[in-house]
Every structure is written in C-alpha cells, then in structure tokens.
C-alpha cells in the first residue's frame, strides 16, 4: 500500500505540475498561440486537447469499473491514478467515480477475511 501511496503522489505531483506550469500561465498560451503543435508548444496542445473532451476522466472511470469487474489491484491503482490526474486537469465527474471505484477496488483486498464462524451466545 506505501508503493500506491507513492505512486498516486508522484503522479498528483507531477499533473499539478503541467497544469501550474504549462497550461495556466498566460505567457505560455500566448508563446504557444501563433503555432500550438510546434516544439514544446506541442505537448500543451494535446495536453489541452485531452481535457477538453475529459479523456483522461473517461480513462479513469472505465479503468475503475473494470477494475470493480474483475476485481484487478493493478486496474484500481491505474483508476486511482488517472482519477487524480483527471481531477486536476478539469475533468471532474468521470475522474472522482473512478477514482472511487479504484480505492474501493484496493480498500476491499487489503481488508481481512470475514470470519465464517459462529461463536457460542
């Protein structure tokens, strides 16, 4: 569970990054404004492109819900992972439901067997 922790900060780190650093500041849309897919110019475009359409919020929850199906530890953590991403890079609603589906998805397999037990009254 630290690894996923780790890796759900690193990449919440690295998405906070692009938006307050490539997409926000408005001397870098107006660089960018003359030829948008030139150079670095480029991977801002796409960058804008996918949250425009709330790809990466689409990702997450269908990441999620296959996660929830087929009860897969590595489709919850990529869910939470792009949950956060999607979260940050405008895509909320689709981005929070798999970003949910995937910690419930972890939640339930590191959580201790039920006991099937029946004790004396």
């Not at 759900?8 to 906070?16: E, P, W």
């Not at 660089?31 to 996918?50: E, K």
């Not at 939470?80 to 970003?99: D, N, Q, T």
Request: aromatic share 6%; with cysteine; glycine share 10%.
């Amino acid at each position: 569970m630290p690894r996923v922790a780790a890796l759900a900060f690193g990449v919440l780190a690295a998405t906070l990054a692009v938006r307050h650093v490539a997409i926000e500041p408005a001397a870098i849309a107006h660089a960018c404004d003359p030829a948008p897919w030139s150079g670095a110019c480029a991977l801002r475009s796409a960058v804008i492109l996918g949250f425009v359409n709330q790809e990466v919020g689409w990702f997450a929850l269908a990441a999620g819900v296959l996660a929830m199906l087929l009860r897969g530890g590595r489709l919850a953590v990529l869910a939470v992972c792009a949950g956060l991403a999607g979260l940050v890079l405008y895509s909320y609603e689709p981005s929070a439901i798999g970003l949910l589906l995937g910690v419930l998805v972890l939640a339930r397999s590191r959580a201790p067997p039920a006991s099937t037990a029946i004790s004396p009254p």
